[in-house]
C-alpha cells in the first residue's frame, strides 16, 4: 500500500485512479507512481468517509464506480469455526509477512506443508498453525529441516479451532493404520498368553529359560517368540498353510451403515493400508460374498478377478443349472483349503476350518469341478415329459414301498453333498416334519423315480417339489422346483434331507432310537444302532 506500506492480498488491493490520486497528493506529502495501490483499509479510514467539501462536488469517493477495478472472483468459500479449545501443547505464530522460524521478512516465504506440519506435531510435540509461512531454506522437500525445527520458539498452549482438532485427529488414525506391526509375545498379557498357547505366562517364560542356548535368537525372531508360535501351533492344530494365509490384521472398523463389507474394503484398497496392494498382482482372484457387490468395479479397475455367488434375476424363480453349479464352487472355495494357489480374501465372518487331508480335498475339488461342466439330465428329463405338470398321486413317507431306494453310506453321502453343511442340516429337518403333521409326501413317478413334496426351510406357506431318481445301488439323479434346486454339484437342502432319510436315517437312528433321540448319535462315531445288521454290506 502506497500509504500505509503492508503488504495486500489481491481482494484488498485499489488501484488509484486520477481523482483520488490528487485527494492523496493533497493530504500527503508523497510521491505516486502509475503502478502503486491503495489498500482497502486505508481508504476506507483516510478517504471514504470525508466531509462533503474535502470530497470533490459532496461525492464520496468509492472504488466500486471505478471502472478500472475488478475484485477477483471466489472460486471456494469456506467456513472455519473460531480458535476457542485451548490444548496444553506448544504453538508457534501464525505470520505471513515474516518467516516463524528466522523471523526474516518477505517476500520470498512459502506456506508450510500440512505434511511438514503434521510431521512437527508427532516428532515434536508442536502446533504450527495452517497458513503459517516460512523462508524456503528452513525446508527440505515437503518437510522442515530438524535444526530450523529445533531453534522455534513456541507458545507454552495453543488455541485451535475445530478444523485443526479433525485434521490432527484424521492424519493421526491414517499414520496408525500405515505403521507396520510386528506380532510380539513380550507386549501379551497372561490372560492373552492363556488364551493363543494354554499356558500363562510364567510358564512360558520358565521354558523359554530351560531350552536357552539351544534355540538362536535372531533379529526376526527371538526366542519368546520361537516358544510361544510352538504351543500356539501345539493347542490350534492349524497347519502352516493355513497360518501363511493370515497376512495381516486390519481395524477394527465401526459396526453401521457407513462400514459394510464392499466399503471396507474399498478403504483399504484406496488408502493403501499396510501397503496391501503390494500383495495383490493383477490376475489375482479375490472370493468374496454378495456382501462385497460395490466392490467388484474397483477390483476389477486393478486387473483382479472377482468370484462371487449369483443373484437371482429379477422375474426368474430359479437359477439355472450352470450359474447354480458356479455359485457352489464359489461358496466352497473357503473349504477347499489348499487346492486354491492363490486367494486373496477379504472376509469378516469365518474361518477355514481344519483340513483333514490335502489329498481328500484334491480329490474333492476335481470332482466338483468336473459335475460344474455338466448339465441336469433330470431336469431335462423332467421339463421335456411335463411330469412338473402331471396328477400326483401323494403318499405319507411311511406308508410308501420304497424298498428298491439304495442305502447310502455316509461317505457316499458326502461325494453326494460335496460336503458335510447339507448333512448336518438333514436330521433336523426331517425330525421337524415327523414330528409335527408328517407333510413328506411321495408320489411314485414309475420305477427308479419318485416326486417328493417337502415344507420349505424358509417360507411356512411355500411347499416345494423335488425328483430323485436312482437304481438299487446308487442315486442318478436329483432335481428341486426351489432357487438352487437345479445344481449338481452338491445338491439343495430339500433333496439332501430325502435322500439322507430314505437312505440311512431311517435304516439307523430314526427307527430304532426314535427320533427324538438322533442328537445324541449323529455325531458320535462309537455308538452302534441297535438295529443295524452286521452282515449288511453297506452298513457301517
Known sequence: CVVCKTRTNPKNRRKINSELKQLILKRLPIEL?????????????????????????????????????????????????PPSVRLNIPSTPKSHSRCFICKRPGPKLIVVPSEARFTAFVQRNVIIKSGTRCCPVHMDESQIKDEALQSVKASESAFVNRATVLEL???????????QKRFDFNTLNNEEYVDLTGLNKEAIRDICAGVEGHIRNTPVRDILTTVGIFFFKLKSGLSNTILGHYMSVLGPYLSDGKNNDAKILNHIINTNVED???????????????????????????????????????????FQTEVANTSR????????????????????????????????????????LQLATQENSLKTEIEESNLDKSRAVWVPVSDTDLEDFPRLTEDILRTLTCGVYQLKLCPGYIQEHLEGDEDIRVHKERSGLIRVRLQSRHVSAKQYNLWIKFNNYEILGWYCKCRSGSRIVGMCAHCAAVIWYLGYG???????????DWSEYVDDASVVPPTVDSSDSNSD
Open 33 to 81: 507512481k502509475d503502478t502503486d495501490v491503495l489498500c482497502n483499509k486505508c481508504r476506507i479510514k483516510h478517504f471514504y468517509k470525508l466531509s462533503p467539501v474535502e470530497n470533490f462536488d459532496n461525492k464520496l469517493i468509492d472504488q466500486s464506480d471505478n471502472e478500472e477495478y475488478q475484485p477477483p472472483v471466489s472460486k471456494k468459500t469456506s467456513f472455519a469455526s
Open 169 to 179: 485427529l484424521n492424519k493421526l488414525r491414517a499414520s496408525c493404520n500405515k505403521t
Open 329 to 368: 464352487l464359489v461358496t466352497k472355495v473357503p473349504f477347499i483349503g489348499d487346492f486354491v494357489q492363490i486367494i486373496c480374501a477379504v472376509c469378516n465372518k469365518y474361518l477355514p476350518p481344519l483340513s483333514s487331508s490335502c489329498s481328500d480335498d484334491d480329490r474333492l475339488a476335481q470332482h466338483m
Open 506 to 516: 431311517k435304516h439307523r437312528f430314526l427307527g430304532a432310537l426314535g427320533v427324538r
Open 276 to 318: 496391501i496392494k503390494s500383495y495383490v498382482h493383477p490376475g489375482d482372484i479375490f472370493v468374496v460374498d454378495r456382501g462385497f457387490r460395490d466392490s467388484l468395479q474397483l477390483l476389477e479397475d486393478l486387473g483382479i478377478q472377482s468370484k462371487m455367488p449369483s443373484f437371482l434375476p429379477k422375474g426368474e424363480t430359479q
